[in-house]
């Protein structure tokens, strides 16, 4: 069910049956010279629209502008500042909660969102109760990066092995080759340069990593591959979706296990 594609009395239907909400969050930067700008967004709002379609929940519109300071070297790329983010996050979940909604399940594209992300659940927290908001304990967030799930990078390393690297990598840039075949380029691409991924400055981001990867090989991905990964996000990420609200609500754990930890 997707929130923009509904109607207000839709969603007061909903909240009586669930204070739950799916919420994809991306980023809009350079993936390499071959991969779409859009990536970590266009990744999330899948497999959000995924889980929302095996679980029945509400799945709110991407949040497609993350935190990406060091990728603002690169022309294209769009960032929010922490703080930023922060505010907009605030903004969103207490207007949320003012209608009654209490779980907020992120599903992220982005590994530069994680902190800023996890800053603005405490602030939420902070927000809602010491404003003595309704049912403010109650209130729950959570954020899972498709890409991490146990089953997903499981599949990563069989595929690409070291050559996946941690910046515009194969197995996103083959989630958005199936996702939009005609769309990512396909290019030889020059030799991998240095291991070091400390991340500072966009201009320090761009003199190591001149073309925008970060020890990645991206013309290992194919559309094949990309449903694999697909399909195994979106299973990883049903079970923890129903796991949480199941655990927010007070009944028992979903019958159905969590991945097993990664493999390494
Ligand atoms: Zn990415």
Redesign the pocket.
């Given at each position: 069910m997707l929130l923009q594609l509904s109607t207000w009395p839709d969603i007061e239907q909903y909240l009586k049956t669930s204070q739950a909400i799916v919420i994809p969050i991306g980023?809009t930067?350079q993936?390499g010279p071959t991969g779409l700008i859009g990536?970590?967004a266009l990744?999330a709002e899948a497999v959000a629209r995924g889980v929302g379609a095996a679980t029945g929940a509400l799945v709110a519109p991407v949040l497609a502008v993350g935190m990406a300071q060091h990728h603002m070297e690169f022309p294209g790329s769009l960032s929010l500042r922490p703080t930023t983010l922060i505010a907009v996050i605030e903004d969103l979940l207490v207007g949320l909660h003012r209608t009654g909604f209490r779980q907020f399940f992120f599903v992220n594209?982005?590994g530069g969102n994680v902190a800023t992300l996890k800053a603005a659940f405490a602030q939420v927290y902070w927000t809602l109760t010491t404003q003595g908001r309704p049912a403010a304990d109650q209130v729950r967030c959570q954020v899972q990066n498709w890409w991490a799930q146990p089953r997903v990078y499981q599949l990563t390393r069989e595929l690409y092995g070291d050559r996946e690297g941690v910046?515009?990598?194969p197995t996103?840039i083959a989630l958005t080759r199936y996702l939009y075949p005609d769309r990512v380029k396909m290019a030889t691409l020059a030799p991998l340069g240095t291991t070091d991924y400390a991340i500072y400055t966009a201009a320090d981001f761009r003199r190591r990593f001149p073309d925008g990867r970060m020890g990645s090989d991206p013309t290992l991905a194919t559309g094949e591959q990309g449903q694999q990964f697909y399909e195994r996000a979106v299973e990883s990420l049903t079970a923890r979706y129903r796991a949480f609200i199941q655990d927010a609500t007070g009944r028992p754990p979903d019958s159905e296990p969590l991945a097993p930890p990664s493999p390494g």
């Open positions: 980023s930067e993936h990536t970590d990744c594209g982005h910046h515009a990598t996103e």
